[in-house]
């Protein structure tokens, strides 16, 4: 059993390399008695900020698992900061003791930094890696990715930066630009149900956004853009073996 997130697809072809049907966190979320019983149970999802995204730790804090077995494994694209000490800290904060962590480097989606044409072109060795993590987990293997004093002052350093961030950073991250035609994917490829369409126009509502840009990236307007500099605001990312109807399917809140 597999549960993931995804925003641009990186984290739901790893977990389909594990698993023929994974499960999406932000379906599963809504699950009304969330206990899992299975061999083994793993959590896919990207790396933001070091850490796993909000939505991979609320559905986190209200499941329940019943395995011998439970892995994480966490999609980051240039600098892991610790990701897997960290996750594992907020697993153990809940009674959790993942028996195995690990940390697979991948495209970069984070647009304010990296231009996805860039990314996209870039081998970062995704089915090597892939095949240890594959072989480890059919072995269930015991172990953590390790991690340095460099990773955990990286992130000393990203939190200090954070705390400097005015609280109402995230609420104007988003602008949707003249370029809307109001075709409804990011309301559709939105885990959090923060897009509605007014007329022929999309609006965002900030309440509930975790940041993850799904939408950004899925706007084949590029009508989507961040309010702060990008690196390339042409140049969007999915990855190539994810079909944007995985995320939406996915993601989609149904509203
Ligand atoms: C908001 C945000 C924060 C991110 N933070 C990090 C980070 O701290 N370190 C890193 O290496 N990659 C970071 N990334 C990149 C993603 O972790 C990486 O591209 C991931 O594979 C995307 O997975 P997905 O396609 O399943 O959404 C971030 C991406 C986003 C959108």
Redesign the pocket.
């Known amino acids: 059993m597999i549960f993931?997130?995804?925003?641009?697809?990186?984290?739901?072809?790893?977990a389909k390399q594990l698993e023929e049907h994974p499960i999406s966190i932000a379906q599963a979320i809504h699950d009304r008695e969330k206990l899992y019983r299975a061999d083994r149970i793993g959590i896919?999802?990207?790396?933001?900020?070091?850490?796993m995204?909000q939505l991979v730790k609320e559905f986190l804090k209200g499941a329940r698992f019943e395995t011998d077995y439970f892995y994480i494994l966490?999609?980051?694209?240039?600098?892991?900061?610790g990701?897997a000490e960290l996750a594992g800290n907020f697993a153990g904060s809940l009674g959790i003791d993942p028996a195995y962590i690990n940390v697979?480097?991948?495209?970069?989606?984070?647009?304010p930094a990296?231009d996805m044409d860039e990314?996209r072109r870039l081998d970062k060795k995704v089915d090597e890696q892939m095949e240890r993590i594959r072989e480890d987990i059919a072995e269930k293997r015991r172990w953590t990715a390790p991690v340095t004093e460099r990773d955990r002052a990286v992130h000393r350093e990203?939190l200090k930066k954070l705390s400097g961030t005015p609280p109402d950073f995230l609420k104007n991250l988003y602008e949707i630009t003249e370029e809307c035609i109001g075709c409804g994917i990011c309301q559709r490829i939105c885990p959090e149900g923060c897009f509605h369409l007014e007329g022929q126009k999309s609006v965002w509502n900030s309440a509930g956004c975790?940041?993850?840009?799904?939408c950004i990236d899925a706007c084949p307007m590029l009508a989507i853009k961040l309010r702060i500099p990008e690196k390339n605001p042409k140049a969007r990312?999915?990855?190539e073996n994810?079909r944007i109807n995985e995320i939406i399917a996915a993601n989609n809140q149904g509203k």
């Open positions: 993931y997130f995804t925003a641009t697809g990186n984290s739901l072809y790893a896919v999802c990207p790396v933001f900020g070091h850490e995204p966490l999609t980051y694209g240039n600098r892991h900061g990701a697979i480097l991948m495209a970069d989606n984070f647009l990296f990314q990203f975790i940041g993850c840009m799904a990312y999915r990855n994810i």
